[in-house]
């Protein structure tokens, strides 16, 4: 079991950053590709960007192409999303998510652990 917890939430004014921050504990030799995903209230969970291990592959939604950057530090089991020109309709829960597989898949369904989550707001 793979265990998440995410930090780096807040409050920030439109085109604003934030960088989140997701340290992994436990059986990480199990956890391969990592994602970050978000849901805002009274919509689904919602794929945001993915990073392999091995090679450091990436890929994002189109929402946030341009503007968010994953990243990882395999020696400290933790990745990161940085997070620029934010507007308000990047107000989400943000949640960390490990894979046992290095692929990246946009479906939340094919995740394996999950973090609690950390709440990004943007509001002026």
């Known amino acids: 079991q793979v265990q998440l917890v995410e930090s780096g939430g807040g409050l920030v004014q439109p085109g604003g950053s934030l960088r989140l921050s997701c340290a992994a504990s436990?059986?990480?030799?199990?956890?391969?590709?990592m994602g970050w995903f978000r849901q805002a209230p009274g919509k689904e969970r919602e794929f945001v960007a993915a990073i392999t291990k091995a090679r450091g592959s990436t890929y994002y939604a189109d929402s946030v192409k341009g503007r968010f950057t994953v990243s990882r530090d395999n020696a400290k089991n933790t990745v990161y999303l940085q997070m620029n020109s934010l507007t308000p309709e990047d107000t989400a829960v943000y949640y960390c998510a490990s894979s046992v597989t290095d692929s990246l898949y946009v479906s939340a369904s094919a995740w394996d652990s999950w973090g609690q989550g950390t709440q990004v707001t943007v509001s002026s």
């Open positions: 436990g059986r990480t030799s199990r956890m391969f590709a």
